[in-house]
């Protein structure tokens, strides 16, 4: 029997592929399953359970939550990365560390082939396929739902006929969730008129009564939450996700240009990834000069861009990412957050770098580091170009 390391959540399309695979096409599947901080022991426990019934080789779980943080996550936060200014690529990052293990397990047990679940109108097929036929050239890529043309419905339909017990009500709605936020994809983000139902998402609002947290950054990474210690930045970013979670913050609907050259919409709820990257964009604004925040905007909006659409093993995202670190030398301090039902409001820092300094005087009341001469003389050497430029063009009527 061929070996094929599948690509596995315990969802719809990842059971449809394991049962389809070892039953029909008769591979012996070794299912692994990524973990990039989205599954609580219980539920990697009832996965491997479910994932026992279905006559596949093995099943293991790969961890890679940590190295998710220190290779992609900490340089979307030094970037503020957020895709159309609405989005924390919260399936798309994940994916590249996800195809990264899968690879690097099928070299390990020797497994010619390697098969995930996407569908052939969305972004993961090309985001899986890209990485893997970079690092594991010579694999047969099997895509079961991508060939097939199948419809969440006719999965449905099969796995009920082969004896599969889940949730088919909840498999209605594709939920992918991880440490950088939960994805929720179902009939309404299928059109442009509608929205997502209040129980489609996974995280429900339980506490109305406002609080405030406070967030502390050390040269751009997440250390300290309303003042406790964390040596790790992945349980700082634990840490604001439970705070946040019981006012259901951070939910919205991203609208974008896929890979593939169609529109599309994905529902999601990421509150600990929105409020942190605010928080360190409100930061950054006190602590950078203009011409940082302005070629950091450039470069991380590309940054964002190319990671999206795959193209995480390009060098030039080293090059890039080397950039958005030196950056974040004085990114440090204090920022305050209001929390509230279904929002979360930026209140202010505190900043030994903080460049909005009174010593040298405030914003539209008092100068202290020039006089009114020097301005007078500033401007108008400032304006001299544009000056010289319409005395000479005769573009301005002068009457």
């Not at 994932?51 to 936060?77: M, P, R």
């Not at 992918?176 to 139902?197: A, F, Q």
């Not at 979360?344 to 030994?352: A, E, R, V």
Request: glycine share 8%; hydrophobic share 35%.
């Amino acid at each position: 029997m061929k070996k094929v390391v599948l690509a596995y959540s315990g969802g719809l399309d990842t059971t449809f592929c394991a049962i389809h695979l070892s039953q029909e096409k008769g591979y012996e599947v070794h299912a692994v399953l990524v973990n990039t901080g989205g599954f609580s022991e219980e539920e990697l426990k009832t996965t491997e359970k479910r994932a026992g019934k279905l006559g596949i080789a093995s099943f293991e779980v790969l961890d890679v939550t940590q190295t998710y943080y220190n290779e992609v996550i900490k340089y979307l936060i030094f970037g503020n990365v957020l895709k159309n200014q609405t989005y924390p690529l919260s399936v798309s990052a994940e994916r590249i560390l996800q195809a990264k293990a899968l690879a690097e397990y099928a070299k390990k047990i020797g497994a010619k082939s390697i098969a995930h679940g996407s569908t052939g109108a969305g972004n993961d097929q090309v985001r899986f396929d890209m990485i893997f036929q970079t690092i594991l050239p010579e694999a047969e890529i099997i895509t079961p739902i991508r060939d097939l043309k199948l419809s969440r419905e006719a999965e449905i339909e099969y796995l009920k006929k082969h004896g599969v017990e889940m949730n088919f009500e909840k498999a209605k709605y594709s939920i992918n969730k991880g440490i950088w936020g939960t994805s929720v994809g179902g009939k309404e983000t299928l059109t442009s008129g509608d929205t997502l139902p209040e129980e489609a998402y996974p995280t429900q609002l339980t506490k109305e009564e406002p609080t405030k947290i406070t967030l502390q950054f050390e040269a751009g990474e997440l250390a300290r939450v309303n003042g406790d210690k964390f040596d790790n930045p992945v349980d700082a970013i634990l840490k604001v996700q439970e705070l946040a979670d019981p006012y259901a913050i951070g939910r919205d609907i991203h609208v974008g240009d896929t890979i593939i050259g169609i529109k599309g919409r994905v529902g999601f709820e990421a509150a600990a990834p929105l409020i942190i990257i605010k928080a360190h964009q409100l930061l950054e604004k006190h602590t950078l000069t203009k011409w940082q925040t302005f070629w950091k905007n450039q470069l991380s909006e590309f940054y964002g861009n190319h990671l999206h659409e795959g193209h995480y093993l390009d060098p030039v995202m080293r090059n890039l990412e080397a950039f958005l670190a030196d950056t974040q030398q004085f990114v440090t301090g204090e920022v305050k957050v209001a929390l509230k039902p279904y929002q979360f409001q930026l209140i202010g820092i505190d900043s030994p770098h903080d460049l909005m300094s009174a010593k040298f005087g405030s914003y539209g009341e008092m100068n202290k580091g020039y006089t009114a001469e020097d301005v007078k003389g500033f401007t108008k050497i400032l304006g001299n170009q544009t000056a010289i430029f319409h005395k000479v063009n005769q573009t301005l009527d002068n009457d």
